[in-house]
Each structure stands twice: as structure tokens, then as C-alpha cells.
């Protein structure tokens, strides 16, 4: 194409938005425009990655709509929960194609939102307009739409792993039980005592036990899926590694099926989509073979002696959970390839 789309970056000096700019440089039909960040306008982005230096000598824009609107087609919200809520609807409202990769539009119930991020709920008439963009799911419904809402890192491992026995009919829906892991990226850039070099290192912890704000965004998915309403047991860890989720889930079945009628089921649901790769017949992914790519990569199953499917899903989980999967669903809003851009093999050892 001879006009590239411009892209506009909010939150770039988090890990979401960094990486963005690392996958968007690579693009063929964008050019990034702007990099935005409210605490370091006017600064350099190679001040705070230094990986950037003589890459990208762009200066840190304001938050500024207008501005936005002026230099960018489209924007993506690499932004804390809470921050989007309110900027959303005025870069939609501006004509501006939005994909907001916080939390703040995942769930189509307010009072939910609260409840699990304390914050306050966007107006409902712009969450009902958000698309939720797990693209090997939703990609009907993510071509030619004008706001997305990026899922979760947790979410797309654990949901990917989960979708195709969902829609089948086949699960036991009070049956589901997620235990994921993730390394310590996903905590974002912040300073915290929990991902301290001496508290994180040669430990391995669950955290927010029955409590993580994800669990309702798995459990609306789920439950569109399948029909009816899917309440699971999710529980999450955080382990001594930079990239990467790995997200082991059970559940039990309604009826006796062959482990080949499961692989079948889930070979034909992702026929043609590329990013999600199943394993053969004992073959499990390990997180490593998945980083630095979008890749989701799945490992099954089934126990013939409890009738209880084990399901094994691995993410990066800044690429494929965060910033691949934005940049997959803008190449399924503008009509192009979705792996346009995304197309490398993961990063080996």
C-alpha cells in the first residue's frame, strides 16, 4: 500500500507499549506517529530504553485527543486499568480507530468490573460498542470494527486452551479448573516487593487466590461459548522468569469420548489460523518454545481412568497476551493478512 497507517502509541514506556513499537516498526502498512506517555512527555523513549536509541528518536507526546487525532489513525492504549474508562470514548468519539489493551472494556458488565478492578465502570453505551479481541475466536466480529478490547494475557492462554470444548457441548460447565503461571513481566514495569530480584528469585508463589480480576473475563467467554453460565476455579502464579504463561486446565467431560475424537475436535476448530499450534499425541508446550512470538501452542489429555481432560497452554505473555495479539487484531480490522507483521519464528533458546 502506498500510504501507511498511522499509529499512535499511549502508554509506550510500559512493557505492552515497548513492545508494541518493537512488533509495529516491523509492520509494512504502519508507521508509527506518536508515542504518548503522561509522566515523560518531552523526554526521549531510548531514555528509558536504551534498546531504542537511534531507532526510534521520536519525543514523548502528552495526552492530548486532539493531538492524537492529528497525527494518528488509530490508537492503541497500553494504559493502567482505570485510565481508559474515560480516554476510550474520546478518541472513538474523534474518529479514531481505538484498541485498548487495559482491562477497562472486557467485560459487559459494570457492576463486575467494579467489583473485581476497583475502579469505576466506562459508560455502558461504549462498552457495549467495545469487541472483544480474541482473534481466533472473534475474527468475524473483529474485521472491519472500530473499537477493540484486547483480552488478558491470562485469559487468551487459558481461554485458547478452552474454547474449542466449550462450543462443543462436550465439557461438564461446573467442572473447569484453570492453574496458571506467568513470569514476571506481566506485573508490568512498576516497583513492587513481590517482583523484588530477592523475593521473586528461586521462589514460586500463588497470588490473588480466588481473586484475580481475570477470572470473570474467562468465565464471560466461557459461558458464550458454551451456552450456559461457566463459573471455574482459577488460580494464578507467578514464577522467576521474564516471559511467558503456562496454563494447565481440567475438566471433566459429559460423556465418554476417545482422545482422538478430542484432538479432531480441536485440530478442525483451529483449521486455518495459524498462531494456534496443537501438539501431537504427548506432546506438551513448555513456555520457552513460544517466546518472543504470537504463537499460542496447546498440549492434550484426555485420562481414560477419570474421563477428565488435561489441557496445557502456553502464551508469551507480552507478545501473543498483550502487544502480538493488538497488532493481530488491527491487520483483522483493516482487512489484511492477520499474520502481517507477526510472521517470525519464536526466539530459541
Known sequence: MSTKLRAAIVGSTGYGGVELIRLLLAHPHVAITSVISSSNAGASIADGYPHLNQILTDKLDAVDVDLIREKADVVFLATPHGVSTELSPKLVDAGLKVIDISGDFRLKSGRDYEAWYKHKAADPAYI????YGLAEVFADEIRGAE??????????????????????????????????????????RGLSLTVHYSEINENFLAYKVNKHQHTPEIEQTLSRLAGEEIVMTFTTHLVPMTRGILSTIYVNLKERRSEDEIFDLYRKYYEGRRFVRIRDKGKYPATKEVWGSN??????????????????????????????????????????????????????P
Open 128 to 131: 457495549a460498542r467495545a469487541v
Open 147 to 188: 473499537f477493540i478490547s484486547n483480552p488478558g494475557c491470562y485469559p487468551t492462554a487459558t481461554l485458547l486452551g478452552l474454547a474449542p470444548i466449550a462450543a462443543s457441548g462436550w465439557m461438564d460447565p461446573k467442572s473447569v479448573i484453570a492453574d496458571a503461571k506467568s513470569g514476571v513481566s506481566g506485573a508490568g
Open 295 to 348: 504463537y499460542c501452542d496447546i498440549g492434550l489429555s484426555l485420562d481414560p481412568r477419570t474421563g477428565r481432560l488435561t489441557i496445557i497452554s502456553v502464551i508469551d505473555n507480552v507478545v501473543k497476551g498483550a502487544a502480538g495479539q493488538a497488532v493481530q487484531n488491527l491487520n483483522l480490522m483493516m482487512g489484511w493478512d492477520e499474520a502481517t507483521g507477526l510472521a517470525f519464528t519464536p526466539v530459541y
